[in-house]
């Protein structure tokens, strides 16, 4: 099972550009599906990318065209970069090992998350 640790977050202004890692200790990491997701104040839990260990990713249509996702097996990290922030993209952010069902096409989040990190947008 992964142990995952989350960095980067802070506080950036409207248009501003973050970079999100996510540290991966503890098992096999090419092995895991990684996940990010976040979660604004009074929200549930949303998805926004997910990466496998061959490179294939994909990103919700809602930040599509703004936040990318890869990731550096060598490095055991996953990295989210978000650009032209908005206020709505407030929120902490949290990554998570995982798997794809549904023939591939859906992504599954495991138990193994980690302990998020805040970004806050001011306007």
């Known amino acids: 099972q992964l142990q995952l640790v989350e960095s980067g977050g802070g506080l950036v202004q409207d248009g501003g550009s973050l970079r999100l890692s996510c540290a991966a200790s503890?098992?096999?990491?090419?092995?895991?599906?990684i996940g990010w997701y976040r979660q604004a104040p009074g929200k549930s839990r949303e998805l926004l990318a997910h990466i496998s260990g061959g490179g294939r990713l994909d990103v919700t249509d809602s930040v599509k065209g703004r936040f990318t996702i890869s990731r550096d097996n060598s490095k055991r990290t996953v990295y989210l970069q978000m650009n032209n922030l908005k206020p709505e993209d407030t929120a902490v952010y949290y990554c998570?090992?995982?798997?794809?069902?549904?023939?591939?096409?859906?992504?599954?989040?495991?138990?193994?998350w980690g302990p998020g990190t805040r970004v806050t947008v001011s306007s």
């Open positions: 998570n090992a995982g798997e794809l069902t549904g023939g591939g096409t859906r992504y599954s989040p495991g138990s193994s």
């Open positions: 503890g098992s096999i990491f090419r092995l895991y599906v």
